[in-house]
């Protein structure tokens, strides 16, 4: 879904959807999560990718989440063409007042069809605050909302994310 514009675009139930831009604070912690994962997995077989980097959540939707985690070697790293995987092990969203209700809402409901997938964390930038969502096992999901700055344990990559990696500002 490249058309050759500086905007991005979503795949909603077959529906091209353009998606907004972010703030400042949204691109900070995005890439801060990013930065720490990347530092975390090095030489793992789990790899971070950014937004760029899209997940097929069926055949008709294709979704951008701010980071995603995919482990193993299905594909070669090195020069794949690929523009979406359908295989993510965790990802990130960080909300917006525009985003959130999607994010938590619909998109939640498409990934935690994945069977790949262990972990969902929903970052808020602003109350810098977590919820993750983590696979059980194959009947549920735990549901995990912090009243409070909290590490994000991610078992599936032996990674734990404190909030000041998170939401560093410097």
């Known amino acids: 879904m490249d058309f050759g514009t500086d905007r991005k675009f979503e795949l909603a139930d077959g529906v091209i959807q353009m998606m907004t831009g972010g703030s400042s604070t949204h691109s900070r912690v995005a890439g801060n ?7 975390a997995l090095r030489g793992k077989p789990c790899k971070p990718f950014n937004s760029d980097m899209g997940v097929r959540v069926s055949a008709t939707t294709v979704r951008y989440p701010d980071v995603s985690v995919y482990c193993g070697n299905p594909w070669s790293f090195e020069n794949d063409p690929a523009l ?8 990130f ?5 525009s985003t959130a209700t999607l994010d938590q809402g619909t998109k939640l409901e498409e990934y935690r069809w994945l069977p790949s997938l262990d972990t969902v964390v929903f970052v808020d930038p602003v109350n810098e605050l977590t919820r993750t969502f983590q696979r ?21 990559l032996g990674v734990t994310l404190t909030p000041d990696e998170i939401f560093a500002r410097d």
């Open 33 to 39: 999560i990013y930065f720490a994962l990347r530092l």
């Open 84 to 91: 979406a995987f359908d295989n993510p092990r965790v990802i």
């Open 93 to 97: 969203e960080v909300l917006s007042a």
């Open 136 to 156: 059980e096992d194959e009947r549920g999901w735990n549901d995990s909302t912090f009243a409070q700055p909290h590490d994000v344990h991610l078992p599936s």
